[in-house]
């Protein structure tokens, strides 16, 4: 168990750049996360799969964000035309659950912090 | 939806004991999650209460009342390396936190 693994750690980009993201959940686990945080706030909710099946999309999340985790293994998170409000810390996580209710405990990794100038 | 309110920072000091309070909305509710965040680091996974009454880890406890829509999380035998956020979060097939409480450990 090598934990969650993120990549890059860090992504300076220009405004309307695309960026994407990876991460490399714990080869058990079955579920994998993504969140957005911003300083002094709890982590944001952005989607989830079960799997290779994206079980739900924040409302939240504009049509410029795009997750894929196509062999149910790592996951990239693609942010298009990139603006100034998406700076922030993006987190990945994973579990082992078996259903909605499910207390598994989510396993982060370190994240990606995204600076957008 | 699903809502949680925390404190939005707590100070204390070393040796002392700290209750951080989460309130919580929910429709269907299935437990009451603890994460710890230190600055610059990944939330980890501190305690679940799926029942009323309290669970102690160590010198980490978490109580829940299913009918008051509450928890808190104590923390006795303070130190330092307890400064840290922590974030009350329901599950709801994915986790939805807290905005999360700031604790501050002074000498």
């Known amino acids: 168990d090598t934990g969650v693994s993120q990549d890059p750690r860090h992504k300076i980009t220009k405004r309307g750049q695309n960026v994407t993201f990876r991460c490399d959940p714990i080869s058990e686990h079955n579920r994998l996360y993504w969140y957005r945080q911003t300083l002094g706030q709890g982590p944001e909710f952005l989607t989830y799969?079960?799997?290779?099946?994206?079980?739900?999309k924040s409302r939240l999340l504009s049509d410029r964000f795009s997750a894929e985790r196509p062999k149910g293994s790592f996951s990239t998170l693609e942010i298009q035309r990139t603006e100034q409000g998406d700076s922030a810390m993006y987190l990945c996580a994973s579990s082992f659950s078996l259903g909605e209710g499910d207390n598994s405990p989510l396993h982060f990794g370190n994240g990606t912090r995204l600076t957008v100038t | 939806g699903q809502s949680l309110e925390q404190p939005s920072e707590v100070t204390a000091v070393e040796g002392a004991i700290v209750q951080i309070n989460c309130t919580y909305q929910t429709s269907g509710f299935y437990g009451l999650s603890w994460y710890q965040q230190h600055d610059g680091g990944a939330p980890t996974f501190l305690s679940y209460n799926a029942l009323d009454g309290l669970e102690e880890t160590g010198r980490f406890s978490s109580f829940l009342s299913r009918s008051d829509s509450y928890g808190y999380l104590l923390l006795q035998e303070l130190q330092m390396k307890d400064s840290a956020s922590y974030f009350c979060?329901?599950?709801?097939?994915?986790?939805?936190f807290g905005q999360g409480t700031e604790l501050s450990v002074k000498p």
């Open positions: 799969f079960q799997n290779e099946a994206q079980l739900e």
């Open positions: 979060a329901l599950p709801r097939g994915k986790l939805i």
